[in-house]
DNA sequence: TGAAATTATCTGTATATGCATCTAAATAGT
DNA sequence: ACTATTTAGATGCATATACAGATAATTTCA
């Protein structure tokens, strides 16, 4: 029998862990993103709405795994910046129809050299194998975790 | 030949994967952790701290794979909540050192159960395979990522 | 010793994250 | 049709994250 009323278990948190990964990873993405004044978030949410024209916020944040109270302020920087334009949905008014402007869809075209280069570090460090797997995991991890 | 030049690579992208599972997990954390008024980010800090008692800022930052300003911004809710104390060193005092108070130390005991769920949780969502590797491979990269 | 370089931390600014709550619009139930 | 409920999104608030730059203390070295 192991006591464990004040053992450390810091070290063992698999919160910790995904965390400092992200931390360590974004750093990464966002070194390699620099040049063309944009984040990883930033870039990932112009790739997500190339992908998905017209899709509504709601819907975005549920494919992001992401709060829509938190992706609505991620959109401002790039409202902003103009790369992206958020109409009303003459369907349902109460939604916003999210759309890359063309200024927006070249500087997603520009900055994907940045982009690659940061996934191919990733890769790199993590090899084949792993990084298959990582992928596999994760994705069916966030499967399995949808409530 | 593929052309590339306008495929969506968001998906496949390692660092939004990254992120993703960082945002669900840490939902889950906090959501067990809520009844004791700590997020996970707290209760870690309370453990690293708990852990290296005297530690400085930046030596902890380091451990945490966190900027050592993230750091202390970080303490700021420890610190009001009267968890956590930062005295001067007198070796350097240029160098603040960290110490749990006695609320801090027990607050951390007291939230050890809901620690402990959600990480059984996810532990039970992984299986016991995949946790084992995806520790191991989070832990090598972050280790090979290390500049 | 004394100036220069380095180091530890903090502040300003900006983005990222999510809960509680609000408003407006659509839908359901009667 | 009218009210009640639900849904889409926005705002207030608090925490999390990191880069640039400032400050103060230490260390280096001529």
Redesign the interface.
């Known amino acids: 029998m192991t006591d464990t009323?004040?053992a450390?278990?810091?070290p063992?948190?698999?919160?910790?862990?995904?965390?400092?990964?992200?931390?360590?990873?974004?750093q990464?993405?966002d070194q390699h993103l620099e040049p063309y004044s944009l984040t990883?978030?930033q870039y990932?949410l112009l790739?997500?709405i190339?992908?998905f024209e017209g899709i509504g916020i709601g819907a975005l944040a549920e494919k992001?795994?992401?709060d829509p109270t938190t992706l609505t302020r991620n959109l401002r920087p790039l409202e902003r910046k103009g790369y992206v334009t958020l109409t009303p949905d003459d369907k349902d008014r109460r939604s916003r129809k999210l759309n890359l402007t063309r200024s927006g869809s070249e500087k997603l075209?520009a900055a994907?050299p940045g982009?690659?280069a940061?996934?191919e570090k990733?890769?790199a460090?993590?090899g084949p194998d792993?990084?298959a797997?990582?992928?596999d995991?994760?994705?069916?991890?966030?499967e399995?975790?949808k409530e």
Chains 1, 2 share one sequence.
């Open positions: 009323s004040k450390d278990m810091t063992a948190c698999t919160c910790l862990r995904f965390r400092k990964a992200a931390r360590r990873v974004t990464i993405y990883i978030t990932g790739g997500h190339r992908r992001l795994v992401m075209t994907k982009w690659r940061a996934q990733i890769a460090v993590l792993n990084n797997m990582m992928i995991t994760i994705d069916q991890m966030i399995d975790l």
